[in-house]
């Protein structure tokens, strides 16, 4: 029988970890992230060389961890007050859909695609549900985005639902851990009957890669580790990442679910390296190392988005002599985008009532 009211869970995450002010090491990782996938789509269009494409892959990647461990204290909030599910929902709506909208109907006009279905699929994202993804995929940057949001709304509703019957703070993490699970499961049984390109994409296929970023915000959240005891995962995991990457990206469907299941672990354990040397002051910026670290991040979300557009206009045969002028376009477009578009919105986007959430990303 589940209990007669709601239970309150109080997770026991340390507000020093993911504290209300932004860690600027996180801001450098999605900036440098995006700015590797704006670069290696610009040498790959260039070039045609396959290196660029797996770098963009790879980089890819870093975005998911990061947004579960980012996003970690929200989540947590929303177990324990039972009651901020739908400011979440609106808040990462409001930051993601009006620039993710903008861009679509941005690179459709410009690239002549009809009005049609497969439009309707990018907006709902629905995209990357089917195997034939692959027909009509003229703007391939939206898997990544429809696997955060069916994560927005799928992973708190999960957590949420089991919690009822699993009160305790320690159950969050197995229920996490149990999640990412079953994914990796149904991967493996899928393996041999879809394509590793659609194992690599499929929205529900890569849930797991934002919550291990959430898993680590709780695991790292209590850990009580030296720095030097910290840095033998990042260490240890760059060793298993180097020897399973020798392996050809997507070659096979088995390598895929193995790379693509533990690329974000690895990712996932040097992004809470950061936060954490940072919180404990070992890692610091100031002035000029500060500001650009906040710069890129703010900019991250409209490079990823834009990057391609700006590519498209601004030259049918890039090569390297453009490559600068191809970042300054990209940089000036996206400053304008976030101060005149982004920012206001953020702004109007609804705030969680209790005054201990402080001001979230």
Request: hydrophobic letters at 55%.
């Amino acid at each position: 029988m589940p209990p007669q009211s709601p239970p309150t869970i109080s997770p026991q995450t340390p507000l020093s970890l993911v504290s209300t002010k932004k860690l600027i090491g996180l801001e450098y990782v999605r900036g440098i992230a995006a700015l590797c996938v704006a670069i290696s789509h610009y040498l790959m269009r260039a070039y045609g060389d396959s290196i660029y494409e797996t770098i963009s892959v790879i980089a890819v990647e870093i975005f998911f961890p990061l947004s579960g461990f980012v996003l970690g204290r929200q989540i947590n909030f929303i177990i324990k007050s039972r009651r901020g599910y739908a400011i979440f929902l609106m808040r990462r709506w409001m930051r993601t859909l009006p620039p993710y909208l903008v861009g679509l109907f941005a690179i459709t006009v410009l690239l002549g695609e009809p009005f049609d279905i497969n439009l309707l699929h990018y907006i709902f994202f629905s995209k990357y549900l089917f195997p034939e993804y692959s027909l009509g995929n003229y703007f391939p940057i939206a898997w990544s985005l429809a696997v955060e949001e069916w994560y927005y709304i799928a992973f708190p509703a999960f957590l949420l639902g089991l919690s009822y019957f699993f009160p305790r703070p320690k159950h969050l993490l197995a229920i996490a851990l149990g999640f990412t699970c079953i994914i990796f499961f149904a991967k493996l049984m899928a393996a041999d009957v879809l394509t590793p390109s659609f194992l690599r994409i499929f929205s529900f296929f890569r849930l797991d890669a934002i919550c291990l970023g959430y898993i680590f915000f709780l695991a790292f959240a209590r850990a009580k580790l030296s720095i030097t005891e910290l840095l033998i995962l990042p260490t240890t995991m760059i060793l298993i990442a180097t020897l399973l990457l020798t392996q050809k990206v997507e070659s096979s469907s088995l390598s895929t679910v193995l790379v693509f299941s533990f690329l974000p672990v690895f990712f996932a354990g040097v992004i809470s390296i950061i936060a954490k040397l940072e919180t404990l002051g070992a890692l610091r910026f100031y002035g000029i190392w500060e500001f650009v670290g906040l710069w890129l991040g703010r900019l991250s979300y409209a490079i990823y988005i834009f990057h391609l557009v700006i590519l498209y206009v601004l030259s049918s045969y890039p090569s390297w002599n453009d490559l600068l002028t191809y970042l300054a376009a990209l940089s000036i477009f996206c400053t304008l985008f976030y101060f005149f578009f982004e920012k206001p919105i953020m702004s109007a986007r609804p705030s969680y009532k209790e005054s201990a959430m402080g001001k979230s990303n």
